[in-house]
């Protein structure tokens, strides 16, 4: 496995940190998720699960997912210098070679065939 890049301005959390920090973030969004379940429940309301509670449930997979690379070593998670949780990998800030866009190039000069 590669080295995983830290920049300068990025401080690296400790385990103890992450538990607080992402610990912290899933009750809050567990919360939430618990109240929308239970308006679907007790109201028969189905609009505030769908619209609300599904979108918290996904962003609480994708905390969870990154908690577990962080704990397995695929990747670190720091505060960056715009203080936001980031997970950095081997592959942080590589472009991808699959970017459609990447490999157009787009001519604008009219040939004499054009015309």
Known sequence: MSEIKIRNSDKELTSFEVFMKVGNMLVALLAFIGLFIGI???EGTILPMIFCG???TFVVIMLVYQ????????G???ISSENSLVL???SSGESANNDPVSGID???EKSEEDY
Request: glycine content about 4%; aromatic content about 18%; hydrophobic content about 65%.
């Open 40 to 42: 679907w429940v007790f």
């Open 54 to 56: 599904l979108p918290l």
């Open 67 to 74: 908690m577990m690379m962080h704990f397995l070593g695929f």
């Open 76 to 78: 670190k998670l720091v």
């Open 88 to 90: 950095r990998t081997p």
């Open 106 to 108: 787009i001519n604008v």
